[in-house]
């Protein structure tokens, strides 16, 4: 497998130490592993002392995959192994192949040795599972309650799959996966197919209307009649819910008329979204009996086919608004989804970073008004749903507004601290930093991301191909040779004899190059000369500036002049007022006054795809100028009624085609008639769109009172709701659609909208400008603050000892309160010492020793381990306890002499009654050191 291909040039490992590292990766693996081996010994001395339910330490340690599979599962496998065969299958297959085949093999295997169908099946599923959820989840266990052989009418056996709550946790794919196993199983040991009743299938039908649960897919009832009749294998399960089923409550097959939810997961997440995934199973490994899944795996994509017309395909960023739901009133939102003044992507990972998490400047911390703080939950639009936030002082500050005009960058917090009572507006959040791998953990395609630093740093790194190149880019910047690393990072790969030389050389450049802010000259002879796009304050955010004011901005541009190196608009922001910024912004802008405008008022062109003008509220506040400037991300201050622009004007003047002539910007290219025709061309495109617009809700308003009659007259002929549907959608269909009169011109319309959407002016700026212009800030992820408080400690109210007290310790349920009644009548599990013989519900026996005249010594007791004895007709209850009597008193008492303390503490909580099944009480002293700390019991009893 070590085989050295040809590498690319651009391969970021070329030149990596590679071994060495893997060395050091080994020994961190062995560190760990002897630290860990270390932990297990103590632990396993501590486990000895019988002090606890089990003697021994009950997590498995498992090197692979294979062995966890075989630890999990090992009271299921009865000492069979199949750790070897699953790491012999793995070299060979992917995983859910390899699931599949090791599932029949275990469950054949089984039954050739003796055992019965059930048990044959029910393990097979079982190891099948776990190799699926890489035997790190409960799933396996508990998701799948039991496997039940169950006659159909005709008296042939049919297999059914009892699915429980914890099965959500495998996953969709695992579900499926499973009835198909399911399915492969009962084939290879000659179990029947299910047929259900018409009962049976309605009783599902009948359980998703009723179920209020979570469920990512809810199928229709002919999609679930469909599934539920075609599936070989019966999806069965426990009920979870308490609502009941009203119709078809008592079915065949089905042990309580309570809605099963894992039927429910397994049938509407599992076969209806993963149909794809199965079907990718069912056709290569020619497993019949399973062509329904394929209406399921091809129906998203018909319905994406009719949705975009014919052959267009959006290059839009979907904007998700997921994270926007549940907001609370108190916690803000950072930014809606995709919104220009929210943060911007850029990709990477900060060192104090870490998985499912982001990282941002500092300053745009404080600017958060300090609602985002180290480790703050923020949920966010992509790519997953939350992530916690770090600090980055690469990641660029916020831009605020300050009460006297003045637009600014932050880009380290005591600057931002410094300004903060004078700001009057965060204009933008500055950068979030995700690691690209955070798209492919959560399964989501990566987005553009903006022409940042790092980009142009790598632009340049190959750029520099020769000594004279690298001299040429420091004569450009400005800079001596020796300021600069040493090397030509961009050497051809056949001239670089060294990979690892050339590794470090290419990383020094990359370091140097990324934190270099080259004046506009600079900037713009290395685009040039390098082929680079312009970076930082040189590369406006043109997607911001809506293509409607550029007219209006071309002309205010005219009259700008060039004094002392920056760009001077003469009454720029004449009747500019502060106060509008306090004001909160109507949910419907007026239509704008423009002789009330700050600056010049020289109207901006209507709307193209919407009613009003884009972002009219920032002319109506800082009018058509300095509007611009903010919307581009142009630094600039006020100079009483002037607007003067500081950094990045020469870019805007660029892409706008001017060019300074002595004081004043002079028009060379003629942008203006550029921006007139991509206009007039958006103009003719929308009203193609809304002719189809029309022609579309048209058709569907008729299509809809089809509908309604057929529906109607199937419900008078008393025809069910299932039928109904159909008959109505049968109805609806019958009407055709003949599509857009013109498909050609409609799909040159949608085009041309879509790319307007996606690159804005840049289209036109590319057209204009000789340089080479990529977007700066392409997407923003929206965001809001997240409810980190959710996650406290669950258990709540505090308790600190498991403990039962029933009511004698009153609301607090404070175990002194109880212990002032001496005698104790709750229900616990009945053990009896394996010392004295006494009865002891706790796990070491708390009878006290006798004295010389048979008077109960306090501190010292028997302290023999016990054993739990369950009664016959216990057996199978839910909970093996009985009613008994302890003296409490006395066991707190001892429990304080043991541990060596004054006294035990007053507010020691306990709990009513034991969940458990055996109904063991902990050893009392945990409790009281629990108390003692303050720490509460947390989930699994530590
Ligand atoms: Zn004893």
Known sequence: MSQQGARDVHDPLLGLDIERLEREMESYEEWLDERTEEAYKIAEKARAKGLDHSLEVEIPRASDLASRTEKLLVEHLEGAEVADDIRKLLTEFDRETTSIKMATLVAKRFRDNGHDLQKSIDVGLRVGLAILTEAVLVAPLEGISEVRLLPNLDGSQFLSIHFAGPIRAAGGTAQALAVLIGDMIRRELNVDAYKPTDDEVERVKEEFGLYRGNLQYRPPPEEVDTIVRACPVMVNGESTEDIECAGYGRVRNIDEARIRGGVLLVIGEGLCLKAPKIQRHTERLNVPGWDFISTFANKNKDEE?????????????????????????????????????????????????????????????????????????????????????????????PWAILRNGDFKQYNDLDSFRKDRPMISSIWDNGELVLGYGEFMENNKNLVPAAYSHDWWAADLIDALDSDQAVEEFCRIIGTERKDMPEGTPGLPINQSIDLDERFHIRRKWRDSLISLNPSWESAKEIAVRFSTSLVGAHNPWWLDLPIEWVPAL??????????????????????????EMDELRPEKENTLDYASIPGPSIPVEKGIFSDSVPHSWV??????????????????????????????????????????KG????????????????????????????????????????????????????????????????????????????????????????????????????????????????????????????????????????????????????????????????????????????????????????????????????????????????????????????????????????????????????????????????????????????????????????
Request: aromatic fraction near 4%; include cysteine.
């Open 663 to 942: 004081k004043a910007p002079m028009r060379i290219e003629d942008a203006e008639q550029v921006f007139k025709n991509r206009i007039e061309e958006l103009r003719n495109a929308e009203i193609i769109l809304a002719k189809e617009r029309a022609r579309k809700s048209e058709l569907e308003q008729k299509r809809s009172s089809v509908k309604i009659a057929a529906e109607t007259d199937a419900r008078q002929r008393g025809l069910g709701i299932a039928e109904t549907d159909k008959i109505g959608k049968e109805a609806a269909s019958k009407l055709p659609d003949p599509g857009p009169k013109n498909p050609d011109e409609y799909l040159r319309a949608q085009i041309l909208e879509d790319d307007h959407d996606v690159d804005g002016v840049l289209t036109q700026i590319r057209q204009i400008s000789r340089l080479r212009w990529e977007h700066s800030a392409p997407v923003r992820v929206g965001c809001r603050m997240g409810r980190p408080e959710k996650s406290a400690p669950r258990e709540k109210p505090t308790v600190h000892s498991l403990f039962p007290i029933a009511l004698s310790g009153g609301n607090q349920r404070l175990i002194a309160n109880s212990a002032e009644q001496q005698d104790l009548r709750v229900e616990m599990g009945a053990r009896f010492c394996t010392v004295c013989g006494k009865k002891s519900p706790m796990i070491t026996c708390h009878h006290r020793k006798l004295d010389d005249f048979g008077e109960e010594k306090p501190g010292e007791v028997c302290g023999g381990r016990t054993e739990l004895r369950v009664s016959k007709e216990k057996q199978n209850a839910r909970r093996r306890g009985e009613l008994q009597t302890i003296r409490i008193d006395n066991l707190l008492e001892d429990a304080r002499i043991s541990l060596g303390i004054d006294r035990v503490p007053k507010k020691m909580k306990g709990v009513k009654k034991l969940m458990s099944k055996n109904q063991t009480p902990e050893a009392v002293e945990k409790g009281i050191l629990r108390a003692r700390h303050g720490l509460p019991v947390f989930r699994d009893g530590t």
């Open 305 to 397: 086919r009719a949705g975009e017309g014919a052959g267009f395909v959006s290059r839009k960023v979907p904007e998700i608004s997921k994270f926007m739901k549940d907001i609370i009133a108190g916690r803000p939102v950072f930014g809606a989804p995709l919104e220009p003044g929210g943060f911007r992507l850029r990709y990477g990972r900060a060192r104090p970073s870490g998985l499912a998490a982001g990282s941002c400047n500092a300053a745009s911390m404080a600017a958060m008004d300090d609602f985002i703080a180290v480790g703050t939950q923020m949920k966010i639009e992509r790519p997953g749903k939350a992530c916690a936030i770090t600090p980055c002082d690469i990641a660029e500050g």
């Open 554 to 579: 071309l002309q205010a541009i005219e009259s700008a002049t060039v004094r002392d190196g920056n760009l001077h608009f003469i009454g720029g922001v004449k009747g500019w007022n502060a106060d």
């Open 619 to 660: 002319l109506r506040i800082h009018g058509l100028v300095k509007g611009s400037a903010l919307m581009l991300g142009l630094a600039h201050h006020h100079d009483g009624d002037d607007l003067v622009i500081t950094s990045g004007w020469q870019a805007m003047l660029d892409g706008l085609g001017f060019s300074i």
